[in-house]
């Protein structure tokens, strides 16, 4: 795959997440019932693993997905490098919440692991696109030297 | 490209190609002079080295997030902050009227009578799965009152006995429900001895505006053991002595009150759970 095709996919990905984080920022603050096949949604979104300093995961979710999506409309080593870094934060903190999940809460929302899913891919899409330009950097100092 | 090739080091790539003999890539100390030439300006600014800054750097912002989660979590903090699910409790049930083992309006047009253990599993599953639903859906806008009836038969009865009294002493403070929901929060395994007084304590210090020492105290009062017979007589008036919890019943104001008939798993999740009890009191 070539850099932009990369570049669309972690823009894409990141509309996807965004679409889960409003969803579930909406069940939120509404207080409609989260649509749940697995069970466990609603206990996971009002545990208190569901909040960092106060703010929902889900809003966070939706801020991150955002930044993400932002990266993916510029071109260049800079924005692929952001999005290399918001991609391992999300990862980091998505595997943080899958353990509490699984090994805290003892309930899985699938809100969360479609989350997860689309995180796990954003990361991969992010640091290929990276390398991409990485790469292609390092073409052109070589050929400027 | 491929990833595979994407990102070799600058100084594997650097080969002078009017030369056979391959020629190192020049190499620059951070804070060096620059040389000039773009390369000699950001030669030390290999992409390894930026992707590593950028990975650590990540890792940081994604530690402290961690920290201040595990932090806000109570991971190890005080006995009140062990709780799970207080804030959600308190922002659940803030503002809806309470007596006894009654929540909502007395005058809403519909009732749900539950029967339910401490210690049943399956009643902590309608309790976080679907009693937010039902209380933001129906008891907070004044269509619903739910009358908990507390019963205990899942052996060693100690835990459901204990965690009863507790729920009931509570409730004579009007925070029944408060108590019952953080204690399906944090249920143990059944007859593991999970129902502590340190676990009471703590329930009852992440309610606010509960006395704890009273509802302490309160659990051995003679009025605490009337209203558990009086529940246990109810539930053998409705179930006979085939108990099974949760059992539900609904009805309008006025009418009679009529068998929730929950025949599936799916039937405890609020949407399963709506449909059934709409049918019992629309109108």
Known sequence: ?145 | MTAANAAPSLARMSRNRSSARPVRAPKARPGSRPSGGQAGRLGWLTPRRTFLAVIALAAAIAGILIGIGVAGSGGGASSASRIEGAQATTALLAGIPQKGNVLGRPDAPATLVEFAEPQCPICRLWATETFPTIVRSYVRPGKLKIVFQGLVFIRPTSDSDNALRAMIAAGRQNRMFNFLDLLYRNQGREGSGWVSDDLLRSIGKAIPGLDVEKMMAGRSSPATSRQIAASANAAAQVMGTQVQTPTFLAGKRGGSLQLVQIQSRDQLYPAGFRALLDRLIAG
């Open chain 1, 1 to 145: 795959m070539r850099e932009p095709q990369l570049r669309a996919a972690v823009g894409v990905l990141a509309l996807a997440g965004a679409g889960i984080a409003a969803y579930l920022t909406y069940t939120r603050y509404s207080g409609a019932p989260i649509a749940c096949a697995t069970g466990g949604c609603e206990t996971v979104q009002q545990s208190r693993y569901a909040l960092i300093a106060g703010i929902p995961v889900a809003v966070l979710g939706l801020v991150g997905y955002a930044a993400l999506f932002a990266t993916a409309l510029f071109r260049g080593v800079t924005a692929a490098t952001a999005g290399v870094g918001l991609a391992v934060v999300a990862l980091a903190v998505s595997a943080y919440l899958l353990v509490a999940q699984l090994a805290l809460i003892h309930a899985v929302c699938q809100w969360c692991l479609a989350s997860d899913v689309v995180v796990s891919l954003i990361a991969v899409a992010a640091v290929w696109r990276y390398l991409c330009l990485a790469g292609l950097r390092a073409t052109a100092l070589r050929r400027s030297s």
